[in-house]
């Protein structure tokens, strides 16, 4: 009898405990819940501020790229017009009439793009996106061999291996194509920095402006 009674009283006092035990425990599981989403947010918020930093500095990377090539532009077309016009006259057995080779050339950086890659900050950013500054970077990249290129050839104005009208052949061939591809590149730095430009202003983007001599 007195066994039964004790299993009673055991059993009212759970009954008692039961409701506030439920509401306890579940005041932990929201508790956790919520601690997890404050943190996940925070972690979100540290993602996009990585993601707008490395985007603000491509924009500016790429419009330093940009000037650094439109001042050199001018000066890189006076020379091709120069090596020609000697390697006319070299065909006539006549000395060209050119007082040097000053070929101008264009420092173009990609920290801010290696530094998005290294910090992942590539990887909170929109795919498309990545992938046209990627595109871009490539051209610049093949952009900065050809010039090494002709770098080379002007260094090489002197050496007894070639004949001058040789070096100067290579030079304003070499240098052409870098002409070509400098406008083909500016076009693209000009795209991309509308694309990015006109995102975070939800504009429409403009159309890229190229110097007027690039042509079709």
């Given amino acids: 009898m007195v066994d039964e009674d004790k299993h009673m009283e055991m059993r009212k006092w759970l009954i008692r405990r039961l409701p506030k035990a439920l509401f306890e425990a579940t005041l932990i599981i929201l508790s956790v819940l919520v601690a997890l989403g404050v943190d996940e947010y925070r972690e979100s918020l540290a993602q996009r501020k990585l993601a707008e930093t490395a985007v ?6 790429t419009r330093d790229n940009r000037d650094q090539m439109l001042d050199a532009r001018g000066e890189n077309q006076a020379l091709l017009v120069d090596l020609e016009q000697a390697l006319a006259a070299l065909d006539q057995n006549n000395n060209p009439e050119i007082t040097g080779v000053n070929f101008e050339v264009s420092l173009l950086g990609d920290d801010a793009w290696d530094t998005a890659r290294m910090t992942r900050a590539v990887h909170f950013m929109d795919f498309d996106r990545v992938s046209r500054i990627s595109q871009v970077y490539r051209l610049q ?7 090494d290129q002709v770098v080379s050839d002007v260094a090489s104005i002197g050496g007894r291996q070639r004949k001058l009208g040789e070096v100067f052949g290579a030079i304003r061939g070499g240098l052409a194509i870098t002409l070509k591809l400098q406008c083909e590149l500016l076009g693209e730095y000009d795209s991309l920095l509308g694309e990015m430009l006109s995102e975070q202003l939800d504009t429409t983007p403009s159309a890229p402006s190229v110097p007027s001599d690039c042509g079709d």
């Fill in 56 to 61: 603000d500095r491509i924009i500016a990377e």
């Fill in 141 to 147: 990249q093949l952009y900065l061999e050809r010039q």
